[in-house]
């Protein structure tokens, strides 16, 4: 069994790996499986099974024997980008799988608990096709941000009331990204990637049968892109020069605090609440993406490219409340709702990189039946819209463009303990 | 002068047959014996036996606790017809080895006679629990599953 398990996780990371995924508290996702994703995300201190690898990791500690878990997400946006002086495109139809699958269990009968799982992080992506570049033709924008952790976990119940956890995230991020590439200075990057090592600590500690209290805390995880090509697009006479040689700096993913409370008005109620702050501020701030080794001779002075992106989002504060009913023995309903500020500041919004929905809208419910829980959930991002007010330069080439964008993801899962 | 009397008399009454109940009762709970104490007690007692495996920190054993085990219908049943035997498994992993269940929350049935008859694992409702108990106590266990049991009901 653990074999079999061994092989699963590996073949799913490997798997996951290019999926991109779209997330929308920034760049994450709102919660990790169907239940957290239920709540709305508001999980730090709510008794959780495998997906604490991804939330609360003291939250582990309330595995009582062994628990498998697999599952995933259908993330499908609906972004429009309006360009000055052109009607609006829709981007192409996405729909994003986003796995995941974890392993916990307690260590004997110990106060220990240890497990190891494989989640899809964030990300986000745009598909535009058709939409024209500064030229007037047609061209396309497209990205792809994927982040994958794989994330091994150990608990320890230190009283019967408090319980602390440790993560270590083993992360593998990949890039891509058109930006016009049929026209002048146009790029067409693939094959970026970097692996990455976070933690998260987390705590949670239960006052009394009804309440409970915890928090987490996440460090940065840095992230040195390398390993892609950039196409770049010289324009008449010159025309299209590979270099085989792409790199980005700068690209990060934030570190985070969260804290939350829980709360049962009755056995078969349970409401939660979770405040998180996340650094974006100190993660993504001027992005450059340096191409060199150019496949074909270059003018001197072209040998290596350097295409900042200026950025400099925003810290970010995420508001999650989550309800939970039981309604018998085999059916939990869940509700929740999330919100998260925008970290897009309007001065330096890129359609390629829009993280900019703030509202969402959860439901779901589990079905238990013996061992078995099978958990759904429906999460919705309400439409936000922002436009670039940045002066139009060479380094905000998007001033005055307009994006909006909504997005539906289902969540489903299936464990089993034993 | 009449009217204090009987106020008297009938709380003298009650504070009698509160007395007379066992403590477990005026605890308002099960009454949960240490496992020898239990096998003690079913020697005198001709009752099944419930072995209840647990550990303080299982969130799942909390949920037992909070939703079945402090219901009335459940205190009144266990301490009526069983010997119930609180077993914390990580203090003591005798009686964990003797009937090879280190799962938590885990439910080890014995009959009068002290054989195992039935065992049961994981969070229930209140009403499959009170099934269950039915079950070993009418030794429906000998002719049919439980989840027969609980249909036929």
């Known amino acids: 069994m653990q074999r079999m398990l061994g092989v699963i ?40 099974g495998c997906t604490a690898i991804a939330g609360n990791p003291a939250q582990l500690a309330t595995t009582c024997n062994r628990v498998v878990s697999v599952g995933g997400a259908f993330l499908n946006p609906q972004m429009e980008v309006t360009m000055p002086g052109q009607g609006g495109v829709d981007n192409e139809f996405q729909l994003f799988p986003l796995p995941f699958a974890g392993y916990a269990q307690r260590i004997g009968t110990s106060r220990w608990s240890v497990g190891v799982g494989v989640f899809a992080q964030g990300g986000m992506g745009v598909d535009f096709q058709n939409v024209k570049n500064f030229g007037g033709a047609d061209d396309s924008l497209y990205s792809q941000v994927a982040f994958m952790r794989l994330a091994p976990t150990l608990a320890y119940n230190v009283t019967d009331k408090l319980t602390l956890g440790a993560t270590v995230f083993a992360g593998y991020a990949s890039i891509d990204y058109d930006f016009f590439p049929n026209g002048m200075q146009g790029q067409h990057v693939t094959g970026l990637s970097s692996f990455t090592i976070a933690g998260r600590l987390g705590a949670n500690y239960q006052i009394n049968d009804q309440w409970a209290v915890g928090a987490t805390y996440t460090t940065e995880s840095s992230l040195d892109f390398d390993g892609g090509e950039m196409r770049f697009n010289f324009g008449p006479g010159m025309g299209q020069v590979t270099y085989r040689d792409a790199k980005m700096d700068a690209f990060t993913w934030p570190r985070q605090v969260e804290v939350g409370v829980s709360f049962k008005p009755s056995p078969k109620w349970l409401l939660a609440f979770d405040i998180s702050w996340v650094n974006w501020a100190s993660a993504i701030k001027t992005v450059t993406v340096t191409a060199s080794n150019p496949g074909t001779p270059v003018p001197a002075g072209y040998e290596t490219l350097s295409v900042p992106f200026i950025m400099d989002w925003k810290d970010q504060l995420v508001f999650a409340l989550g309800a939970q009913y039981e309604i018998n023995d085999m059916w939990t309903v869940r509700a929740g709702y999330n ?33 078995w829980d099978f958990d759904f959930a429906l999460e919705h991002g309400f439409t ?29 899962m299936v464990s089993y303990r034993f | ?52 495996f647990h550990l303080p920190y299982c969130y799942r054993c909390k949920e037992m606790k909070n939703k079945v085990f402090s219901q009335a219908a459940v205190i009144g049943k266990l301490n009526a017809g069983f010997i119930a035997a609180k077993v914390d498994v990580d203090q003591n992993p005798a009686t964990v080895k003797l009937y090879g269940s280190d799962y938590t929350p885990s439910y080890v049935f014995l009959d009068p006679g002290g054989k195992q008859v039935y065992r049961a694992k994981g969070v229930m409702g209140v009403e499959r629990f009170l099934g269950m108990l039915d079950y070993v106590e009418s030794r429906a266990y000998e002719r049919q599953s439980l989840d027969q049991f609980l249909k036929g009901r």
Do not use: C
């Open chain 1, 9 to 48: 996780l590996a073949a799913l990371m490997v798997l996951a790996a290019p999926l991109a995924a779209w997330a929308t508290n920034g760049m994450n996702m709102i919660g990790t499986g169907a239940v957290s994703s239920g709540m709305g995300g508001a999980d730090v201190a709510v008794p959780a």
């Open chain 1, 339 to 371: 919100y998260g500020q925008n970290p897009v500041p309007d001065n330096t919004l890129n359609p390629l990189f829009p993280a900019i929905v703030e509202h969402h809208l959860t439901a779901g419910f589990t079905f238990t039946y013996q061992d």
């Open chain 1, 384 to 412: 936000n819209d922002q436009t670039n007010s940045g002066a139009p330069s060479p380094t905000n080439p998007f001033s005055g463009t307009e994006v909006s964008h909504y997005q539906d993801t289902m969540h489903i």
């Open chain 2, 1 to 52: 002068m009449r009217r204090l009397r009987a106020m008297v008399g009938l709380a003298m009454l009650a504070a009698l047959a509160l007395g007379a109940l066992p403590a477990h009762a005026a605890e308002g709970g099960i009454h949960w014996l240490d496992y020898a104490g239990a096998k003690a007690a079913q020697k005198k007692q001709a009752k099944p036996m419930l072995v209840y």
